[in-house]
């Protein structure tokens, strides 16, 4: 098809990061999941080096008779290096057992193999499930499950991947996320992966740049501080890595993307609340009403009186609004409530 017949794009210099280098793109669906079909590549541990680029792009999609759908989000990256810059920021080493999120056509897939990881790859396109799978029949380190992220069971399977993995004994070795996201989906994933920490070390994520720097941003008193902004600081640390012009994908998206990097935290870790549920729907309360004063976006919780006398005895104004709480003020407003 003609959509595919679009000109090469230029080549450029990314910003580096240890030795390796940047992000890919791929694409994955939101759409209803068909029934979960695990496809399990396995053979000798041989490594394909062969690079992807625009034009190697364009002949695996061919090959399928596919094309970029917009619906779906995908985008695919068209330059190496910055795949090879993600997998350095998340310092993949042999033996890792890392986890793909819609892996395309295998671009970034390629690279983790390389690094010697094992790789459970989760694509709910059909046909770029059987695409990674058929490109990776001659190693035994990637496996492709075809289904939708957002609705699987993904302890069940890292756990079945895990019994078959030497290097993740009794002493917590930690699986990894690697993954370049559809940006219509960005935050669902986030809300799943993060409180993941019994499981994920670090999660690396190729996201929407303006995205990006708001999920790494928490500074109060601005239209960007958000209940996720609260959520991603209770569950990991955050860290900004590379901005990736969008020049680098077919087809271009609209915006330019950046690479994140969320490092969780254990449980033993968390904030301290009596409840996690009860901690996020006061702070989603509290932000429905995001101008309006606590006292009175918080009323279904207590009486206006009581969450004056639990906000002073934080060491804040009466009068104050959400985007003028830290995540430790919000913990302790919310351990006062939960026991008035």
Known sequence: MSVLLQPLPPNLSLPRRKTRAPPAHNGITTTTPRKSTLCVVAAANTRAKNEDDYHSTLRSLNSKGRYPRKSLGQHYMLNSSINEQLVGVADVKEGDLVLEIGPGTGSLTNVLVNAGATVLAIEKDPHMAALVTERFESTNRVKVLQEDFTTCHIHSHLISLVGCQKSLDGESQYAKVVSNLPFNITTDVVKLLLPMGDIFSDVVLLLQE??????????????????????????????????????????????????????????????????????????????????KMLRRSLQHFCTSLEIEAALENVGLPATSRPEELTLDDFVKLHNLISKT
Request: aromatic share 18%; no cysteine.
């Open 210 to 291: 303006e995205t990006a720097s708001r999920f790494v941003d928490s500074s109060l008193r601005t239209s960007e501080y958000r209940p996720i902004s609260v959520f991603i600081n209770f569950y990991s640390d955050p860290e900004y890595n590379f901005k990736v012009p969008r020049s680098n994908f077919f087809p271009q998206p609209n915006v330019d993307a950046a690479v994140v990097t969320f490092r969780l935290k254990q449980t033993a870790d968390y904030p301290p609340v009596s409840s996690t549920k009860s901690f996020f729907s006061m702070v989603n309360s509290a932000f429905n009403g995001k101008r």
